[in-house]
C-alpha cells in the first residue's frame, strides 16, 4: 500500500524556480517518486539547464528556462510543454522574490516586482496550463497544482520585506479560490507555507553562523527545514496519498508559527 499511495509513476510535472532551493527539492522528490518527467524553468538559462543535468540523475528532466515575471515567457513555456505532451499532471509554482528596504525608503518598484512574480504570475500560468492540467482527469484521477506560500503569509514579522508577506498572503488566498473553481475539473489546488529553509533568499541569515544558531534556538524543532522536508509533503499533495485533499494550507515550519 505504501508504495502505492506515494507513487508519482508515470506523472508528468512542471516546477518553477526549480532550479536551486525548495523547486530543486521538488522536482528530485518528484523523480525520485518514479515521476515519467520533470520540466524545471529558472529565469537564467545556464543555472537551469545545469540543475536538470544534475537532477536527471533520479530520471527525465528538461530545462525550459523563462522568465515567468514576463507574460509571453508564460505562453511560450505553455507553448514548449504542450508541444511535447497532450496533459499535465502536476504544477508547482515555486517561482518567487522578496525585497527589503526600510519603511520610508521602500519603493514601488519593489513592491511591485514582488506582487507580480509572487502572485500575478502563478495565476496566469495556472490559468494558461489548465487545458492540459484538465485533460485526461477523473474523480479517481486529478491533477495536482501545489502553490509555494510562506509562514510570512500568516504571521506578522516583515524585517523589511513589506511587500513579501502580503504577496504570500495572496497566494494562500488564491490556492483558496482555485481549489473551489477548479475542483470540477478534477484539479486539485494546495499550499505549502514553508519557515525556514536553506536557498538563496536566506543565505545571509545561513551564512551567519551566530545569526543562523539564534533562529535555530527559537525554532520548537531546534532545526531549519531540509530537502526531505518538502519533498515528502509535495510528493503527498501530488500522489494518490493527497487524492482527497484540496484547498489547504500547510505550514511546515519546525512550529515557527506557534
Known sequence: MLERLFSMQGKICLVTGGSR???????????????????????????????ARELSRYGECIALP???????????LVDTVAEQCDQLDVLVNNAGTAWGAPFGQFPESGWDKVMDLNVRSPFFLTQALHALLKQGKSPENTASVVNIGSIAGIVGDPIGAYSYGPSKA??????????????????????????????????????????????????????????????????MLCSRAGAYVTGQIFVVDGGSSL
Open 66 to 76: 523563462g522568465d515567468m515575471s514576463d507574460m509571453s515567457s508564460i505562453q511560450a
Open 21 to 51: 532551493g525548495l523547486g530543486f527539492s521538488l522536482a528530485q522528490g518528484f523523480l525520485e517518486a518514479g515521476a515519467a518527467r520533470v520540466y524545471i524553468t529558472a529565469r537564467k538559462p545556464e543555472p537551469c539547464e545545469q540543475a
Open 170 to 235: 495572496a497566494m494562500h488566498q488564491m490556492t483558496r479560490n482555485l481549489a473551489h473553481d477548479l475542483a470540477e475539473h478534477h484539479i486539485r489546488v494546495n499550499a505549502i507555507a514553508p519557515g525556514r529553509f536553506f536557498s538563496k533568499m536566506t543565505e545571509s541569515v545561513s551564512q551567519d553562523q551566530a545569526t543562523y544558531e539564534a533562529e535555530c534556538a527559537e525554532i520548537p524543532l531546534h532545526r531549519w527545514g531540509t530537502a526531505d522536508d518538502i519533498a515528502g509533503l509535495g510528493i
